[in-house]
């Protein structure tokens, strides 16, 4: 049996032995997979969920990486046949009929009426701390909350039975462990001061008393409630149980708690003012789930978001969801009519009919009438009355102990003990990364086929329109104003048409309901109502952000937007700015610096306001400057040990480092654009940015303006060359060499001669004349040692290029003396991104030489390092080394499996592998199909094309597993 501990730890052991669960990414996959056991689960939902701030490509490399590490982890060979997962290419799902125990399970089960106390204890003694302490996702800090919450329910329910029995101990026991779990609970507090005065101990139940009054004041700023003051002063003589105990037990029933809250079953109806809105409400269960939650927790709660984002409508809704929770009603006040800051206590006291009295101000004779009622407020629209909202708010909350107060505002309040829900836009589809076939189930598609249908009665999501939908609610980045604009004009426009005038959706997305505000009646005038509340300096700040594609650092902002009213100091705080109105969106994960990104909507109308205000070529350049320095910095460790760090880093900057090429290209600025290729090529090869690396970089050095025999050009022809040599485009690739040589050589710059003559010997080796290209190769090797640090790479290179040619000449033997030391010289630099190949080449020879143990460890470190750099291509050539291994074993079924699963990924990323390795790659594909005949050849290479990338090397590591053959990091 399977038992998992999720609460207070991280904890898995099958039939009492320790099951190892190796990465928190795999941990947190798992975890996630089990609190939800039986839903079947969409990759992409999945990859979005657990690396929200990774790209849609990374996020879903990560996936596959933590779910082959779950998978080995609970492989079914070592759990008596167990399948625990249910996977396929399209969804992942914990399989409910498995043999397992899980602690989670047994705080959520229901606990009936039946239940005696021992059952209840059992239950709540599965609570052994906050779900996954340590991690720090947002899905785990939801479902924490919630079980805390289901957690505390229970507990309630099992101090009121220990004190209706006058089981003390107990009593003492559960009331403190409750209060240690750092919460402020009034419940745990009264069963105490219950349990102190049966005792007789009125001292104790005075300072349990004053323990309660001074963790309230010290962590939520408000005093007690009235009924645990009543009960207080009950106690406090001990009459009560001198007369009969029974009559002090039934106190404790007639005190409202928290928990109390919570139950569906309670039906009655609640008197309120909520507005009815005329249109079905779409989607959004989660985050309607999350906000009743914090409700239960929290008497302060902001709905925040960007315009438009639907924060009114989802307060409606989550209001009306919860009317049981408050006897004495929801009120709905609506601050976006208002102008005057000091009218906001009237139009509270104006919605509950309350009447100003003599001597005293409306917020006091407010405070006075709500003192004792259980209420909900929903203030909407505050942020034009900010300062207004908060000081009433705030007084309203320490003067009225069951008062809770719900808003709405592009910008927080700022007040003590106030919690944010950062309203997200709606899920809509990504066209590059989601199926068509898939689009109906994002709600942003759901929202424009709806309010399209109302307007056009046969208006229906077809296979002919889903694409154009899909893109549409994409591009207007899922804001449910934008979409609701877009879809009223289905009555005169094709959806095609409508998403192909995006680019001019200010103009586009107009005519919004009449009896609507000015300001929700076009998407300009939606963002023109919080542009216009910025100060000079955040208007010039969101106007130059605007130049950031893919988001920014607060360095990034720092280097590009100053100028004017905005300096050095000012920027953090204009940042923070801009993030509490909503404007831009921060995103912080713990350790690291804070990363900020714009909706694309905001993004376009912040640059016309550049435009008009005549800075955009003056900021763009800024910005061109700072990412040709960023990428500069990042080549050089690209070979060193850091190297996965700064591929990650560059990658998160890959849609800036685009958009700065392109404006290099756009300004005529040769130099920035050479610098650039020189610098990212590797990054853009390694990471499979092949566009990029070919398109991109042939376009740059064919370019008028970079022709000048300079320097910078004789690096970016040299680098380029290779890179694209490497991703299989021969033809062309000699040229830019030879020009690199030649430049170098007339400058004397040293470095790039001894690299261009061995990238030019590899070339010619493996296409042209051996001899001479082997003569190359030496040549540029003796140049890079003579290098000495610097050339530590190219020693490397150059080996392991040497090797290549006496591979192919059938000198084994002397290859792998090459490979090997072309394998120390990368080690010693740590030089990740070659030593990856140098060691699947030095693999490839030790098969050769019968020494397949050697072979699988060469090849299986190799597979860890491509993992780590996310080099797709390599990864392809990891699996099809695997597929040779397993041929020399005699194993040809499960070679052309893998060797059709390579095939399949090649095609996905658009690229062959390296010339080097095709060789071995369509030599051995043709020993599979002799050996297994056509017919069965065939069908093990359908079905290896329809495994996913870690299906295959699953496939392959347990193919050797099963051989008794180590294996190396990618088993632990």
């Not at 745990?188 to 309230?216: F, P, S, W």
């Not at 590797?682 to 092949?690: E, L």
């Not at 990740?832 to 470190?861: I, M, P, Q, W």
């Not at 069908?939 to 996913?948: D, I, K, N, P, V």
Request: include cysteine; aromatic fraction near 8%.
């Amino acid at each position: 049996m399977l038992e998992i501990r999720l609460l207070g730890q991280f904890d898995i052991q099958h039939n009492g032995l320790p099951v190892e669960v190796p990465s928190r990414s795999a941990q947190s996959l798992l975890a996630y997979l089990l609190l939800n056991t039986g839903i079947s689960h969409r990759r992409e939902k999945l990859a979005g969920l657990l690396w929200p701030e990774s790209s849609e490509a990374n996020a879903r490399s990560y996936l596959r990486k933590a779910l082959w590490q779950v998978r080995k982890s609970l492989a079914a060979d070592r759990m008596a046949g167990e399948e625990y997962l249910l996977a396929d290419d399209i969804t992942i799902c914990f399989n409910p009929k498995a043999d397992y125990w899980l602690d989670a399970d047994a705080i959520r089960a229901r606990l009936t009426e039946t239940k005696s106390i021992e059952e209840q204890i059992e239950a709540v003694s599965a609570y052994q701390g906050e779900l996954l302490p340590g991690f720090y996702e947002e899905w785990v800090l939801l479902e924490r909350e919630r079980l805390r919450a289901v957690f505390e329910h229970k507990l309630q329910l099992l101090l009121d039975s220990l004190v209706e029995e006058g089981r003390w101990a107990e009593t003492f026991e559960w009331g403190e462990r409750w209060i240690a779990l750092g919460s402020m609970p009034e419940p745990a507090y009264r069963a105490l001061m219950i349990a102190h005065a049966a005792l007789g101990d009125n001292a104790k139940v005075a300072a349990t008393y004053e323990r309660c009054v001074q963790t309230l004041r010290e962590e939520l700023a408000v005093e007690p409630s009235e009924q645990t003051l009543a009960l207080f002063k009950e106690l406090r003589d001990g009459s009560t149980f001198q007369s009969d105990p029974s009559e002090m037990v039934a106190i404790l029933k007639t005190v409202p708690t928290e928990t109390e809250m919570l139950p569906p079953e309670y039906n009655d109806q609640r008197v309120t003012n909520l507005p009815i809105p005329l249109t079905s409400f779409i989607g959004r269960e989660d985050e309607i789930n999350e906000i009743k939650g914090m409700l239960i927790h929290y008497r302060l709660l902001t709905l925040t978001g960007a315009g438009g984002s639907g924060k009114t409508r989802l307060a409606i809704q989550v209001a009306s969801e919860v009317q049981n929770m408050f006897k004495d009603g929801i009120w709905w006040i609506d601050l976006g009519v208002l102008v005057e800051p000091g009218l906001v206590p009237q139009a509270v006291a104006k919605v509950l009919d309350v009447q100003e009295a003599p001597n005293k101000t409306l917020s006091e004779t407010l405070a006075f009438a709500l003192r004792s009622r259980q209420i909900l407020l929903v203030f909407d629209c505050c942020e034009h009355l900010l300062d207004a909202c908060a000081q009433l708010a705030e007084y309203l909350l320490k003067a009225c102990p069951d008062l809770k107060i719900l808003t709405t505002s592009r910008e927080i309040l700022g007040v003590a003990g106030e919690r944010i829900f950062l309203v997200p836009t709606l899920s809509s589809p990504d066209p590059a990364q989601v199926r068509p076939s898939d689009f109906h189930a994002f709600d942003a598609v759901r929202l424009f086929v709806e309010r399209a249908a109302t307007l056009k009665s046969d208006f229906a999501l077809t296979d002919q329109n889903t694409p154009a939908i899909g893109q549409l609610c994409f591009g207007l980045d899922g804001i449910p104003l934008a979409i609701e604009l877009a879809a009223a004009r289905v009555q005169a426009l094709k959806v095609e048409q409508i998403a192909g005038r995006l680019d001019d959706r200010f103009q586009l997305l107009t005519g919004g309901s009449r009896t609507a505000l000015p300001r929700h009646q076009t998407l300009r005038a939606t963002i023109d109502w919080s542009y216009d509340l910025l100060s000079k300096s955040e208007n010039a700040m969101l106007q130059r952000l605007s130049v950031f594609t893919g988001g920014w650092s607060a360095a990034a902002a720092e280097s590009v937007c100053l100028g004017g009213e905005i300096q050095p100091n000012d920027v953090l705080d204009i940042l923070s700015q801009l993030a509490s109105k909503s404007l831009i969106l921060a995103e912080r994960k713990p350790g690291k610096e804070a990363r900020y990104r714009m909706l694309e909507t905001i993004r376009e109308y912040a640059s016309e306001k550049l435009a008009e205000a005549g800075e955009e070529t003056v900021v763009r350049d800024n910005h061109l400057n700072f990412f040709v320095l960023l990428a500069e910095e990042a080549e050089p460790e690209l070979f060193r040990p850091d190297q996965v760090l700064w591929l990650n880093r560059l990658e998160t900057e890959h849609e800036n480092l685009r958009a700065a090429a392109a404006w290099s290209l756009e300004r005529k600025v040769g130099t920035a654009a050479l610098r650039l290729v020189g610098a990212l090529s590797w990054f853009w090869s390694t990471r499979g940015h092949y566009y990029e690396a070919r398109e991109l970089s042939s376009q740059i050095l064919s370019s008028p303006i970079t022709m000048e025999r300079t320097e910078v050009r004789a690096k970016a022809l040299s680098i380029a060359g290779h890179v694209q040599w490497v991703l299989g485009k021969e033809a062309g690739v000699r040229p830019l060499l030879e020009e690199a040589l030649d430049i170098a050589t007339e400058i004397n710059n040293k470095p790039i001669i001894a690299w261009s003559r061995v990238f030019l010997g590899a070339l010619t080796s493996t296409y042209g004349d051996s001899k001479e290209g082997m003569a190359l190769i030496e040549e540029g090797l003796k140049e890079c040692r003579a290098l000495g640090s610097v050339g530590q790479s190219g020693v490397g290179f150059g080996l392991s290029f040497l090797g290549d040619g006496v591979f192919y000449q059938g000198d084994y033997q002397r290859a792998q003396e090459l490979y090997e030391k072309s394998v120390d010289a990368l080690r010693e630099v740590q030089d990740l991104n070659f030593l990856a190949y140098a060691l699947r080449r030095l693999s490839h020879t030790a098969r050769h030489l019968g020494d397949l143990e050697k072979a699988v460890s060469g090849c299986n470190e190799s597979l860890n390092l491509n993992l780590d750099l996310g080099h797709k291509q390599a990864v392809a050539a990891c699996i099809s080394g695997f597929a040779c291994i397993a041929l020399a074993r005699g194993e040809a079924l499960i070679a052309a499996k893998l060797f059709g699963s390579v095939e399949r990924q090649l095609e996905l990323i658009g690229f062959s592998l390296l010339p080097t390795d095709s060789v071995e790659f369509e030599e051995n594909v043709a020993l599979a199909r002799e050996q297994l005949g056509e017919e069965a050849f065939a069908a093990a290479w359908a079905e290896g094309r329809t495994l996913a990338t870690e299906q295959a090397i699953a496939l392959a590591l347990m193919q050797i597993t099963q051989e008794g053959v180590p294996l190396g990091p990618i088993q632990q």
